[in-house]
């Protein structure tokens, strides 16, 4: 069962509008988010993260908000450029109580933004 | 320009032949990371080291052999693999695996297994 659902496989959206790539979590354990970008034939790039004692955290034309009632959080870009089009995934972690645990990311299946001209 | 560099870009291999993957970080991270990538899909976690002792093997098969030289590289052997294995193959890096802070990731060699 999926932990981490992004319930939206793709997304299209006009140039210099705003982009809204949401995410869905189940495990309430969850403290820490993040979003990374991917472009095909490379690595995934971090992009932002949130802790659970946030409820919003910005970097210029990026801002995560994270309604942890909801479990819910969603990535906003604004404006949207085309550069912007990858799949985006959002990932989660919950503490690790003991020296043998990693803190392991639970990954979403992603969403593939189109941002058009 | 990603922070973590991955040797080779591509790996074409037979089934019988033995080969290495290459990373390496200047980070100073003490965590490091193998991930395998099939397309259209999230990343699963293979292995992780921490501060060069191997920490998580999430029930990776015996042909895949990771090795952590030293605190800035980590190596993957292969050896035997199968078709099914021919896959991205992502290296990443943390500053410690315990704490809040993001995995950066390589660009990963892209395995194709004949």
């Known amino acids: 069962d999926q932990q981490v659902k992004q319930n939206s496989p793709s997304l299209s959206v006009q140039e210099g509008r705003i982009s809204i790539l949401n995410c869905d979590y189940t495990n309430s354990m969850f403290d820490y988010f993040l979003w990374y970008k991917k472009y095909p034939a490379e690595g995934p790039t971090f992009l932002i993260s949130i802790s659970s004692i946030k409820d919003k955290n910005e970097d210029g034309r990026f801002t995560v908000f994270l309604n942890k009632s909801a479990k819910h959080l969603s990535l906003h870009i604004v404006p949207s450029q085309p550069g912007d089009s990858a799949v985006y995934f959002c990932?989660?972690?919950?503490?690790?109580?003991?020296?043998?645990?990693?803190?392991?990311?639970?990954w979403g299946l992603g969403t593939s933004l189109a941002v058009n001209p | 320009d990603t922070e973590v560099t991955q040797t080779p870009k591509h790996l074409v291999m037979g089934m019988t032949n033995k080969k290495s993957l290459k990373c390496e970080q200047h980070?100073?991270?003490?965590?490091m990371y193998w991930y395998k990538q099939k397309a259209k899909k999230p990343p699963e976690l293979m292995f992780v080291?921490?501060?060069?002792?191997?920490?998580i093997n999430e029930s990776v098969p015996s042909r895949f052999s990771p090795e952590c030289p030293n605190s800035s590289l980590l190596n993957l052997h292969l050896h035997a693999l199968q078709p099914e294995d021919s896959a991205l193959y992502l290296c990443?890096?943390?500053?410690?695996?315990?704490?809040?802070?993001?995995?950066?990731f390589g660009d990963g060699t892209r395995l194709s297994i004949l």
């Open positions: 990932a989660a972690s919950e503490p690790s109580y003991n020296a043998g645990n990693n803190r392991k990311l639970i």
């Open positions: 980070m100073g991270h003490r965590a």
């Open positions: 080291y921490s501060y060069e002792k191997l920490s």
């Open positions: 990443a890096s943390s500053q410690d695996r315990q704490r809040n802070q993001p995995q950066h």
